[in-house]
């Protein structure tokens, strides 16, 4: 008999049978042949998979897909499920006020992880450790090149202080052409030069060097143990 647990939405339905089968959004992307982005924007309930699609998920995590399509889980096979996940996903906790702003983004192609659009597209709550703490801002990650750390349809919050090395960092770039967004890249700083920029990418893991003439701005991701006063 299936291991039925409490109704959710169709994508955290599908985010919690992944994470008790210790699989990341990658290995869904990989079986369905489509990019890490959409099973994303599923998860976070941005966009909801097609009756096809939710099968074929369905099949790959080993659950009921009528139970699926209910926003339930239930699990075909009960082979070793975790019951606990480390916390590593920066998503806002159910404290304090819905007023950071969430800045609008599209997606910024093969060579970026991003571009902004120029909107605050919604409000998300402010997390406790961050409760006193002016500018501020939440961007939803949409490339998977930071994945595992970051993946897309997680929330991020920039700001606090200057970023330094070892710290996770959001690049805004010069836009190509007047009068549009430049592109935006989640990446780790490594190091800064005079003349350059040098950041840690892990996927595909590699350095890449950014002309300091080229870059806008660079803001700091605030990591969990602020954002939750840990």
Not at 100 to 120: A, H, I, K, P, S
Not at 172 to 197: D, N, S, V, Y
Request: aromatic share 10%; glycine share 10%; with cysteine.
């Amino acid at each position: 008999m299936a291991k039925r647990e409490l109704p959710l939405k169709v994508g955290a339905a599908i985010r919690t049978a992944r994470k008790r089968r210790g699989l990341v959004q990658r290995n869904i992307a990989e079986f369905l042949g489509i990019e890490v982005a959409a099973v994303g924007m599923w998860e976070s309930g941005k966009n909801m998979p097609s009756a096809e699609n939710s099968f074929r998920v369905a099949a790959f995590l080993n659950i009921d897909p009528v139970a699926l399509s209910r926003g339930e889980v239930a699990y075909l096979k009960d082979d070793g499920l975790a019951d606990a996940e480390i916390i590593s996903d920066p998503a806002p906790l159910d404290a304090g006020p819905k007023d950071v702003e969430m800045l609008g983004v599209t997606y910024g192609g093969d060579d970026g992880d991003f571009q902004f659009n120029g909107e605050v597209t919604e409000y998300v709550r402010r997390p406790p450790g961050i409760a006193n703490v002016k500018n501020v801002f939440a961007l939803y990650v949409l490339s998977d090149s930071m994945a595992p750390r970051y993946e897309p349809g997680e929330v991020i919050y920039c700001g606090t202080r200057e970023p330094i090395p070892g710290d996770y960092v959001v690049i805004e770039m010069h836009p190509e052409i007047e009068g549009q967004p430049g592109k935006a890249f989640i990446k780790r700083l490594k190091q800064r030069t005079g003349k350059e920029i040098i950041v840690e990418q892990f996927n595909p893991p590699k350095l890449i060097p950014f002309d300091r003439y080229t870059v806008k701005n660079i803001w700091r991701v605030i990591p969990n143990k602020e954002l939750f006063g840990f």
